[in-house]
Structure formats: C-alpha cells, structure tokens
C-alpha cells in the first residue's frame, strides 16, 4: 500500500514495501503516460536510430548516442544555446584508486569557498556513459546546493568487474573528505549523490564506510537508484520495454559487471539485502517510467524502518534518465530544484 499526495504533477510517496512479484516479459503501455517534454527529448533521441543496448558489444554500446542527444535537439529546435549550464569553474583532477588513478572533475560554485562538497557517481549501468555523459546533472546540483560537486571517473566492467567501481568510489570519498581542504572544500561537510548505478554505489559506499569504520558523508541523494539485482517489480512489469531503460538493458549490464549470478545478492550490489543502520539522512528521487521505481520505493522504506530520516519524491511522466535533462524538462528542473534543496538542508546542520 502506498500514500500519495499529488502537488503539480510530483507524487510524494510514503510507500510500504512492494511485493516483489513474477512476471513474463511484455509490453507496456508506458508512452501513454510521457511528459510532453519528456517526449520530445526521447522523440528527437530516437531519430538517431540508437540501437537496443542489449544486442551490442559493450564497445559498441559505449560510443551510440546517449538520451541527451535528445535534448541538444530539442533546444537546437526551439533555436536556444546548447552551451552547458555554467558554474563558478571546471577542472580535472586525479585521486589515487586501488587499481589506478581516478580521473574526477570537480566543479565549484561562484562565490568564495571553502564550499561544501558532494562526491557525485554517474549512471550508465557500471558499464557505458561517463563523467562528460552526466556533466549536466553535476552542473545542475553544483548551482542547486551551492556546492562544490566532484563527478567520480571510475573504471568500466566489464573490463573491471564488481566490486571494482564499488571500491573507487570508496577510495575517492574517503580521499575528498580528507584532503578536499585544498581544493577549496568543507571536509565537514562532505555529501554523496548518485544516479542509477551512481545511486546504488553511493548508498554502498556508506555501507562501506560504516562497515570499515570509514569517514561517513553526511548526507546521500540517490537518484533512481538500483536496488537489488534479479527480481522482478511491478515497476519491472510495468515499463519492461521503456526507453532509455527497461528490463532485457538491465539484464545485459548485469551480465557484464557481476562475475557471477550470485554477486547480485551481495548487500553492496542489492542493498535491499544489506543493513542500512547507521547510514546518514537520504534524499530519494524516483521516475514513474522506470524499471527501478519500485525497488527505489523499497529501499525508501527500508531505510525509514531503520529510523534513518529519508525524504522521497516520484515524479511522473518521465523516465529513467531525466534528472539531468531540466535545460528542457521542466520536472527535471524541480527535481533538481527539491534535491538541491534537501542538500543545503544537510549543509546547514
């Protein structure tokens, strides 16, 4: 059962756990239920022919055309700048990882430091997509929180299998909330955010940090994060065969980052089976056209359960992969607008 309040076209929920459920594979009927802007990006996306990222290399899939080719020609349509959102600065730095430098980019608000600091984990299913592929939405919360946001350049599988990404991610927020003082940022005021694969590292690398009595951030914002591995939701059944993400994607990226079946139990790769107390205040953002809805619901729940303070919001309409689309979408620009908001909150504590 699940509460809902609908303000705008968002639904604030306060869900009880979902029953996992079986199902066979189908369609669904989830284009009945776009955004119109939503719709226009995948529109504009589709007409560059991207092809089903399960029937490709993981090479292949790693150089065709992501969804926000979608919405550089939505905006080169309605004749505005495709220039990306600016912030106070850009650059690239490198922090020491258990297998080799990680590449970061760190961007930093105007104004004057020291700024407090949100370690950011792109998407891309641990196996395509980049730190460039997600600049949008690291820009976006940099002006949001007024914080200095450090997107995370970890390495692929399935080159780098699980828990490799896991670990870099580890490794480079331990290193940020030590040394990011000389960067210009607030070490006590160190938050962590990610987006799908991004999310659920994110929420791991808290569990990692209290598990090896590690520093613990002081805030997570997950984003349509992934859950738990091999089980099939009623937000599975529901949007089997959406774009950009459905259910055979899903399996294909599992495929190519687990060594095994039976690392998709791990409680680091389905937090859904791992313990949660102890880990900081969350901030959950969810999709309505999205394989991941429901277990991103569960985990809500879990984590409230475990008296862990987490404010969720859904918003509908749109899919997988919007949050950083707010140049277009104007849900993406609220999401952004509530997320960044919930981290000045945290910030400020």
Same mark, same amino acid.
């Given at each position: 059962?699940?509460?809902?309040?609908?303000?705008?076209?968002?639904?604030?929920?306060?869900?009880?756990?979902?029953?996992?459920?079986?199902?066979?594979?189908?369609?669904?009927?989830?284009?009945?239920?776009?955004?119109?802007?939503?719709?226009?990006?995948?529109?504009?996306?589709?007409?560059?022919?991207?092809?089903?990222?399960?029937?490709?290399?993981?090479?292949?899939?790693?150089?065709?055309?992501?969804?926000?080719?979608?919405?550089?020609?939505?905006?080169?349509?309605?004749?505005?700048s495709t220039?990306? $959102?600016? /912030?106070?600065?850009?650059?690239?730095?490198?922090?020491?990882?258990?297998?080799?430098?990680?590449?970061?980019?760190?961007?930093?608000?105007?104004?004057?430091?020291?700024?407090?600091?949100?370690?950011?984990?792109?998407?891309?299913?641990?196996?395509?997509?980049?730190?460039?592929?997600?600049?949008?939405?690291?820009?976006?919360?940099?002006?949001?929180?007024?914080?200095?946001?450090?997107?995370?350049?970890?390495?692929?599988?399935?080159?780098?299998?699980?828990?490799?990404?896991?670990?870099?991610?580890?490794?480079?927020?331990?290193?940020?909330?030590?040394?990011?003082?000389?960067?210009?940022?607030?070490?006590?005021?160190?938050?962590?955010?990610?987006?799908?694969?991004?999310?659920?590292?994110?929420?791991?690398?808290?569990?990692?940090?209290?598990?090896?009595?590690?520093?613990?951030?002081?805030?997570?914002?997950? /984003?349509?994060?992934?859950?738990?591995?091999?089980?099939?939701?009623?937000?599975?059944?529901?949007?089997?065969?959406?774009?950009?993400?459905?259910?055979?994607?899903?399996?294909?990226?599992?495929?190519? $980052?687990?060594?095994?079946?039976?690392?998709?139990?791990?409680?680091?790769?389905?937090v859904l089976?791992?313990?949660?107390?102890?880990?900081?205040?969350?901030?959950? /953002?969810?999709?309505?056209?999205?394989?991941?809805?429901?277990?991103?619901?569960?985990?809500?729940?879990?984590?409230?359960?475990?008296?862990?303070?987490?404010?969720?919001m859904l918003?509908?309409?749109?899919?997988?992969?919007?949050?950083?689309?707010?140049?277009?979408?104007?849900?993406?620009?609220?999401?952004?607008?509530?997320?960044?908001?919930?981290?000045?909150?945290?910030?400020?504590?």
């Amino acid at each position: 059962m699940t509460f809902r309040v609908l303000l705008a076209g968002v639904l604030l929920t306060t869900p009880l756990v979902s029953q996992v459920v079986s199902a066979a594979p189908m369609s669904s009927n989830w284009k009945a239920k776009l955004d119109p802007q939503m719709k226009a990006v995948l529109d504009e996306w589709m007409k560059t022919k991207p092809k089903p990222i399960e029937k490709l290399t993981p090479a292949q899939a790693r150089v065709q055309p992501l969804p926000g080719v979608g919405v550089m020609r939505v905006l080169q349509k309605q004749g505005k700048s495709t220039a990306p $959102e600016a /912030v106070g600065s850009v650059m690239m730095q490198s922090i020491p990882g258990p297998i080799g430098p990680i590449p970061v980019r760190v961007y930093k608000p105007k104004g004057e430091g020291p700024f407090p600091v949100l370690v950011y984990i792109h998407g891309g299913g641990w196996v395509i997509a980049s730190i460039q592929a997600y600049d949008s939405s690291a820009r976006a919360l940099c002006n949001a929180a007024n914080a200095m946001v450090v997107s995370v350049g970890y390495h692929y599988a399935p080159e780098h299998k699980f828990p490799s990404a896991h670990e870099e991610s580890y490794a480079a927020t331990q290193w940020l909330m030590k040394n990011v003082q000389g960067w210009g940022g607030d070490p006590k005021r160190v938050a962590i955010a990610g987006e799908s694969a991004g999310g659920n590292m994110a929420t791991a690398v808290c569990m990692m940090a209290r598990d090896r009595k590690g520093m613990m951030p002081i805030h997570q914002l997950l /984003v349509y994060p992934v859950a738990q591995i091999g089980k099939i939701t009623p937000s599975y059944r529901a949007n089997w065969d959406a774009k950009p993400l459905n259910v055979p994607t899903l399996k294909w990226f599992g495929k190519h $980052e687990l060594k095994s079946p039976a690392q998709g139990k791990h409680p680091y790769m389905s937090v859904l089976n791992g313990n949660v107390k102890g880990l900081p205040p969350a901030t959950i /953002v969810l999709a309505e056209i999205d394989p991941l809805l429901s277990e991103g619901q569960m985990y809500a729940a879990k984590l409230r359960k475990a008296g862990i303070p987490t404010k969720e919001m859904l918003y509908t309409g749109v899919t997988h992969e919007f949050f950083g689309m707010g140049a277009v979408v104007n849900k993406a620009k609220q999401a952004i607008v509530f997320a960044g908001g919930e981290l000045k909150k945290a910030y400020a504590k």
